[in-house]
């Protein structure tokens, strides 16, 4: 069994940082890509930012600058840093990630749960 744990997210002053963390556990050979996805009430879910094992990580516009993806060490966390937060970064942000577990060579996308990040003053 493959779970996306997440964690972070709250309540943040317009202009403050927050931090998400994700981690997966389970038994599967490898994972090709972790991000996070997002979505605001009313809107559809947007990719906010995404990174491979070896390229370089993609961001939405809105958050370029302002947001930062990393892996951990081991490779199996992703995390996400979001400074200058603004009112309209408010969403249920989700860990993605596609995880190689049936086969060493083809991955599969797995979600979190979704934590939610409201800037609001």
């Known amino acids: 069994q493959v779970e996306l744990v997440e964690s972070g997210g709250g309540l943040v002053q317009p202009g403050g940082s927050l931090r998400l963390s994700c981690a997966a556990t389970g038994m599967f050979f490898g994972i090709n890509a972790m991000g996070w996805y997002r979505q605001a009430p009313g809107k559809q879910r947007e990719l906010v930012a995404i990174i491979g094992n070896d ?8 958050v370029k600058d302002r947001f930062t993806i990393s892996r951990g060490n081991t490779k199996n966390v992703v995390d996400l840093q979001m400074n ?6 408010t969403a249920v942000y989700s860990c993605y990630a596609e995880i190689r577990r049936i086969s060493p060579l083809r991955g599969t996308s797995y979600w979190g749960k979704g934590t939610l990040v409201t800037v609001s003053s």
């Open 84 to 89: 200058s937060l603004k009112p309209e970064d």
């Open 55 to 62: 390229s370089s990580p993609d961001y939405v516009d809105s």
